[in-house]
């Protein structure tokens, strides 16, 4: 009786401890499976982390963007090698080549759900990133003072000072010749009562300022920056246009773009260029373009034809804003009409016409002399007084000289704060590609670099990572028989 009561107790407790071992076998395995899951995001967090860890240094220390070689100095286009250096470093997270991995999660495959190059959205990546780089760094007063400064060098009405030095220039060798041709016919004719004497002498001024603008746009045919600079100095930097990222076909990334595109972004993206890029006036040393702001404003084959372009803008605006100051002082005026109505007394009719051509010829000196501040360095005041004024009417040829420069001009504007209005009228997309096309040019000009493609850099990119484990302590229940996990997980990262 006490055997078979001893016998049923066993069967009994073996029954309780049995549920219980199950019970307690099956939390444990509750336990790990929610732990894996928590290992799983860790380690594909940890390896987006580290992955984009590897960003193109050159670019960050130059430029302040931060982007991802996808091609890792190779050739290579697109987000598989990215994928694989995910799936390693997870691996290495997880501690398989170690052999210690406690968590028994094993990495199996990385996916690129969607990601972002920095050529997407025709550039406005590059403005995106340029924006959050000036963010740190640049107040509201900032953003209102470029603003300003795009209003009012975009705000000056152009004038067409060539054409009116042209025009005037004309019409009075038109007079001249028509007044010879009198008096030759006086001479000539049988009337005893006409002579080559009955008509003036043509008046000559001591150094015609038609004939000084004459030389000036001489010399700007023949080589358009020797006007305003020593040619010496200017690089002579070339490129393949149709090779730049602004002309040719792109990659492009598989997510979503979205970019402000209000004035604050212009201003802070313009800050962030004048801050971080090479121009004339400021060379930062980087390989490349040396003008590159120019570039961002002309989209030239070289550094030459960038500054020109550049040269050319700053001519226009300064020509429109001393035509003005001449025709608004009474001083200044005064002058040109004097030397207008001299050479005009051929023919008094064309005094109006050769007026404005005098104007027209005095401003495109007086507008040369400021361009050679402003490369030099020095600032023009956007609207000049008479007080302001350097050249001379009566003298425009000395003012030839390409070592001849306007005077100084307390609290006058610089080269950079025009260049400001020369970008603001500029697109953001236009911008973003021509920054592209900058930042390229540099890199292509490094050994280390030399292979890498604005529109194989990625700053964004949405992860799965898939990993597979086995059962545990479920096994144990099962004779050593396993079930497998799968276990995804997704992440997202940008620069």
């Avoid at 002309?247 to 997510?255: H, I, M, V, Y």
Wanted: proline content about 2%; glycine content about 6%.
């Amino acid at each position: 009786m006490i055997g078979r009561l001893k016998a049923s107790l066993t069967v009994f407790v073996a029954l309780i401890l049995t549920a219980v071992m199950t019970l307690l076998f099956t939390m444990s395995e509750c336990i790990r499976l929610y732990e894996l899951n928590d290992f799983g995001q860790q380690f594909t967090d940890m390896a987006v982390e580290s992955a984009f860890s590897e960003y193109n240094p050159y670019l960050w220390s130059n430029y302040k963007i931060l982007a991802l070689d996808l091609g890792y100095g190779t050739d290579v286009t697109g987000p598989s090698i990215f994928q694989q250096k995910l799936l390693d470093y997870a691996k290495f997270n997880a501690d398989i080549e170690e052999g210690s991995n406690f968590a028994r999660l094993n990495p199996a495959g990385a996916t690129i759900n969607h990601y972002s190059l920095l050529t997407d959205g025709n550039g406005e990546a590059v403005v995106m990133l340029g924006v959050k780089a000036a963010k740190d760094d640049i107040a509201a007063q900032i953003i209102d003072g470029i603003q300003g400064h795009s209003d009012a060098i975009n705000g000056i009405e152009k004038v067409s000072v060539e054409s009116k030095a042209s025009e005037g220039a004309s019409a009075l060798e038109n007079a001249k010749r028509e007044l010879e041709e009198k008096k030759a016919n006086a001479d000539n004719d049988d009337d005893p009562n006409t002579s080559s004497a009955d008509y003036p002498e043509i008046e000559e001024v001591e150094d015609n300022p038609l004939d000084a603008f004459k030389v000036m746009k001489e010399a700007l045919s023949k080589g358009f920056l020797s006007t305003v600079v020593e040619t010496n100095a200017v690089s002579d930097k070339e490129w393949d246009k149709a090779a730049l990222p602004s002309k040719r076909s792109l990659n492009k990334g598989t997510a979503e773009l979205s970019n402000g595109s209000g004035i604050a972004d212009k201003a802070l993206f313009i800050d962030y260029v004048l801050a971080n890029y090479s121009r004339y006036d400021l060379d930062k040393k980087h390989d490349g373009m040396k003008y590159e702001v120019e570039h961002l404003i002309a989209g030239k084959e070289s550094d030459s034809q960038n500054l020109a372009a550049v040269v050319g803008e700053l001519l226009l605006i300064r020509e429109a804003a001393n035509y003005a100051t001449i025709c608004n002082s009474g001083v200044l005026l005064s002058q040109a009409r004097g030397v207008a109505a001299t050479l005009s007394s051929v023919n008094p009719a064309i005094e109006p016409v050769v007026e404005a051509a005098v104007i027209a010829a005095w401003a495109y000196i007086e507008s040369v002399l400021d361009v050679r501040l402003l490369l030099s360095g020095g600032t023009v005041s956007l609207k000049k007084s008479a007080d302001e004024w350097t050249s001379d009417v009566l003298h425009l040829s000395s003012f030839i000289n390409v070592n001849a420069k306007a005077k100084q001009c307390k609290g006058g504007i610089s080269y950079e704060k025009y260049l400001i209005g020369f970008l603001a009228i500029k697109s953001n997309k236009t911008l973003g590609m021509r920054a592209c096309d900058v930042m390229e040019t540099a890199l292509n000009s490094t050994e280390d670099y030399k292979n890498t493609k604005m529109d194989n850099l990625m700053f964004y990119a949405d992860v799965t990572m898939d990993y597979s484990a086995d059962e545990m302590f479920l096994s144990l229940l099962d004779g050593g028989k396993t079930q497998g996990y799968t276990i995804t997980k997704q992440s997202q990262m940008s620069y």
